[in-house]
């Protein structure tokens, strides 16, 4: 009886904090309908709909403990249903084969791809005898080989002739599923070209933002040339089309990458500049500032301006995600309630969940959240505690450490998982630049918008250049330091849900019990750290094969298939290059029978092999042999091959194993 009361006052004690939990429950019906083996079909997505009904009617009439667990029950039945049915909503067709001939359509997007080529998005797709109902929606092309006949613009309707493929599966088993990706973008070719783009017809009336924005683009480039006016140009519009993949990988490294994603931190000191700005401008006139209610004027002036930010930008889904949260804050004060608490933080994210639920899979939506419920938890026990932060002149400094560190150490788990990196000196990094960006740049930003009709824009800009030319410096200094880059493997798929149940369990619950959480948080890291890392790779075409030795994976090509060698390293937690990684193949133990065949003349001079040899190709097979073999005509249906070696020779896994048969891969 005594473990019951405790259990029935510990639950009395979450009164009036459960709000919190509604975003964790509903990502939890996400997270179960993403991790099905097989699509469900109409009937089980029928069934979820009606028993979040049904679920919901018997919450609102629960009450004590009842009620609380049939809510949460319904909110993980509505998070299925929402995923299930965003995915069959945003059904569009995918490109089933190899494709090379003519393409038409109209530029949507302009942006580079990892091999530093301009690369566009077209929509109203027309291909040489493909009919209108199996042409993809959007298709993705990288710009190679001479160009500059046309200048790509918002709205141009092109030609060219183009090499497109459908979107790639994981380039491993349990990794980046890209064809889910592209799926929920409407993207279904991706591919180059090596001759020029022509123009075919000029743009139409439509995309005005897209073109006002490029437009803009242009402008501060002119005004800013180089890296620093790309950088510009990706905070006040979103273009990344110009900024040099050297320039990036400095950025990553020293953990500043997240500078260039308008995302919380370039929405949040938009709004807070001229919710800043608005109310010291209507303070300053006594016969406004006494009439009328600043603070909630400010508030709206502030979210509008945030909302014509957000247009601007491109309105991407981590623009989008920033712009909830800053709206949900502003109109929490329209509505004298706390602008930041957890509470706010969760409506934002049901918002965002309801909108996109695929985008919690995504490290923007994770790592943005993670930092923002961090901060807010922090600095409420911060004033909750009454701490003292030191005197009145060192507050602000030591809040930016804080906010830093905490930031920090809530996101470089997540960072760590997704990229396979840890930025040692980030936070030294993000110090030297992070105040700057809010007490420099982004004022700048807003000024230049102000003065940019009446043509003294170039007076910001140049403000705004002197710190991003800073924040460049700092990057490129903070990543040349010894050990700046540190290389993690990838963890398994239950590390990062229990990670982030186990931190949410001690954000969220209340009393000494939630210190529970740091439980599963542990498990995770020690899980994390016991990953098993397959011995061979294949990749789907058969192109690569990856074998790990004592030095590492060695890689049998030097070149080619470049993106996906590179992704294994970085799984593996690797530096070396794909040339270095090739150079171990000398290295490989004669005892591993895997033999790499490439071209149609080596596969049909192959003699024989035993029954255990391993057979890769990078061509359809010739003729039956008595060993394992790998194919284009198997790794079709199987995807990406690992093989783990164990007493009874391999166990295998292919990428369909991981990714099961769902909607976005059986097209």
Not at 261 to 267: F, N
Not at 503 to 520: E, S, T
Not at 622 to 638: F, K, S
Request: aromatic fraction near 8%; hydrophobic fraction near 50%; glycine fraction near 12%.
């Amino acid at each position: 009886m005594g473990l019951l009361r405790h259990l029935q006052a510990a639950w009395l004690y979450q009164s009036g904090h459960l709000f919190p939990w509604v975003p964790v429950f509903l990502g939890l019906g996400i997270g179960i309908y993403f991790m099905l083996p097989s699509e469900p079909g109409r009937m089980a997505i029928a069934g979820s709909c009606g028993g979040t009904l049904l679920l919901a009617a018997l919450a609102a009439r629960g009450g004590g403990v009842t009620g609380p667990v049939l809510a949460a029950a319904m909110l993980v039945a509505a998070g299925f249903s929402l995923a299930s049915l965003r995915a069959h909503y945003v059904e569009a067709p995918v490109l089933g084969w190899r494709y090379y001939g003519p393409v038409e359509g109209r530029i949507v997007g302009i942006d580079r791809s990892t091999s530093d080529a301009v690369r566009l998005t077209l929509d109203r797709v027309v291909l040489d005898d493909v009919p209108p109902d199996r042409t993809p929606a959007h298709v993705r092309v990288s710009l190679h080989g001479q160009q500059g006949f046309v200048t790509p613009e918002p709205g141009l309707t092109v030609i060219l002739t183009a090499h497109l493929v459908p979107p790639g599966g994981p380039v491993e088993p349990g990794g980046f599923d890209f064809q889910r990706h592209a799926w929920f973008q409407q993207l279904g070719a991706v591919g180059y070209t090596r001759t020029p783009v022509l123009a075919w017809a000029p743009p139409g009336q439509g995309q005005a933002l897209f073109k006002a924005r490029m437009a803009l683009s242009r402008h501060v480039q002119d005004r800013l040339p180089g890296d620093t006016g790309g950088f510009a140009a990706v905070i006040m519009t979103g273009d990344r089309s110009n900024i040099a993949q050297d320039t990036l990988q400095a950025l990553r490294v020293a953990n500043l990458a997240h500078l260039l994603a308008i995302s919380g931190l370039h929405m949040g000191l938009l709004a807070g500049f001229v919710f800043a700005l608005c109310r010291v401008g209507l303070a300053a006139v006594p016969y406004l500032g006494l009439r009328l209610q600043t603070k909630k004027l400010s508030a709206v002036l502030a979210i509008v301006v945030a909302a014509g930010y957000l247009a601007l930008s491109g309105g991407n889904v981590a623009t989008e995600r920033a712009f909830v949260m800053v709206g949900v804050m502003l109109v929490a004060i329209l509505f004298d309630r706390r602008a930041l608490s957890l509470r706010a933080v969760a409506v934002a994210a049901v918002i965002v969940l309801c909108l996109r639920p695929e985008a919690m899979l995504g490290p923007g939506f994770q790592m943005s959240f993670a930092a923002t419920t961090a901060l807010v938890a922090v600095f409420g026990a911060l004033r909750d505690t009454k701490a003292n932060l030191g005197p009145k002149w060192a507050r602000p400094v030591v809040t930016v450490i804080i906010s830093s560190a905490v930031a920090g150490a809530a996101t470089a788990p997540i960072a760590a998982a997704h990229f396979n990196q840890i930025a040692h000196f980030g936070l030294l990094a993000n110090l030297l630049s992070v105040p700057l960006m809010g007490a420099l740049v982004m004022p700048a930003a807003v000024l230049a918008a102000c003065l940019l009709p009446v043509g003294l824009d170039w007076l910001a800009l140049r403000v705004m250049g002197a710190g991003l030319d800073w924040i460049l410096g700092v990057a490129h200094w903070v990543s040349g330091l010894d050990g700046a880059r540190g290389a993690v493997l990838s963890p398994g798929p239950a590390v990062m849900p229990l990670f982030a149940l186990g931190a949410l369990f001690v954000v969220l619950w209340q009393g000494r019990a939630a210190w529970a959480g740091v439980i599963p948080v542990a498990l995770a890291f020690v899980i994390w750290g016991r990953s098993e890392r397959p011995d061979v790779l294949v990749s789907d075409t058969g192109q690569l094969v990856g074998i790990m030795t004592e030095q590492g994976r060695a890689l049998s090509r030097s070149r080619g298939a470049g993106f996906v060698a590179s992704n294994w390293l970085e799984n593996d937690g690797d530096t070396a290059d794909q040339e270095k990684a090739a150079q171990r193949w000398a290295l490989v133990e004669p005892s591993v029978r895997i033999f790499p065949i490439r071209g149609k003349r080596a596969a049909r001079n192959l003699s024989g092999c035993d029954p255990d040899d391993w057979i890769v190709m990078n061509v359809d097979l010739p003729r039956p042999l008595p060993c394992n073999v790998l194919h284009p005509g198997t790794l079709r249906d199987t995807g990406a091959v690992a093989l783990f070696s164990g007493a009874d020779g391999y166990r295998v896994v292919t990428a369909r194993d991981m990714s099961g048969n769902r909607i976005w891969n059986s097209q």
